[in-house]
């Protein structure tokens, strides 16, 4: 909550208004990404790693965490929804790289949420994420979060969908290591990978939101 100064009146918001809040900010933050995925398209797809379809630089993420860092959890949670459903109408892998981008990002919303619920039980706001010291501890624990979770759907997406129990696809070309294949290069390559995007799509959002004060100004949270 911001500070109330001489001649501001506060108000308080019932839970039903900020309910609508983060519902109407997560559906228009969701559509925002999908603009900016459909203007940067050429972008993100002369950036994706061959072999791998990941994208070196794709801001559609920085968007739904603005989204979260503004109206809250709830309204994060949904932009990251309604944006994956735009995603599929540009991405070229179909459905699967919406669903890895969407299962990468909800553990960047969800585990601070839920980390600081229980650290300081009395307040749940921005306030919160806007201290660096538990920004940085949240983020280094959601991007764990993160990792073990691309390892798993990249395993499971390779033996599944593309049928290569072995792997021998995977490599590590792009680090030059081309002779590393196979569960070496997944293991590898998926915690370098998530751990620079992660550390991008937190990092960005935090200046962009608390560096013009965009939590005070909105205070929705």
């Known amino acids: 909550m911001s500070e109330v100064r001489a001649g501001e009146i506060e108000t308080v918001r019932s839970k039903r208004s900020e309910l609508i809040l983060q519902i109407t900010g997560g559906a228009i933050f969701g559509a925002l990404s999908t603009v900016m995925a459909i203007m940067l398209k ?41 944006g994956s459903f735009g995603l599929l109408l540009i991405d070229p892998s179909g459905w699967i790289g919406p669903v890895f981008k969407f299962c990468a990002t909800v553990p960047l919303i969800i585990i601070p949420f839920l980390i600081l619920k229980l650290w300081e039980k009395d307040t749940t706001n921005s306030l ?5 010291k538990y920004y940085v501890v949240t983020g280094g624990l959601s991007i764990t979060i993160r990792i073990i979770v691309m390892i798993f759907l990249n395993y499971l997406f390779f033996i599944t969908v593309w049928g290569i129990k072995n792997l021998d696809y995977a490599t590590l070309e792009v680090l030059g290591l081309g002779d590393i294949t196979g569960k070496t290069a997944v293991l ?34």
Do not use: H, Q
Request: glycine residues 10%.
């Open 188 to 221: 590898i390559f998926t915690p370098i990978i998530n751990l620079y995007a992660g550390a991008l799509d937190l990092a960005v959002p935090y200046f962009l939101v608390f560096g013009p004060k965009l939590d005070e100004k909105f205070g929705f949270w």
């Open 128 to 132: 919160k994420l806007k201290n660096p």
């Open 42 to 82: 050429p972008i993100i797809d002369a950036s994706r790693i061959t072999g791998w379809g990941i994208a070196m630089f794709d801001p559609t993420s920085w968007v739904w965490i603005i989204c979260f860092l503004v109206f809250g959890t709830y309204a994060g949670l949904i932009g990251c929804v309604t």
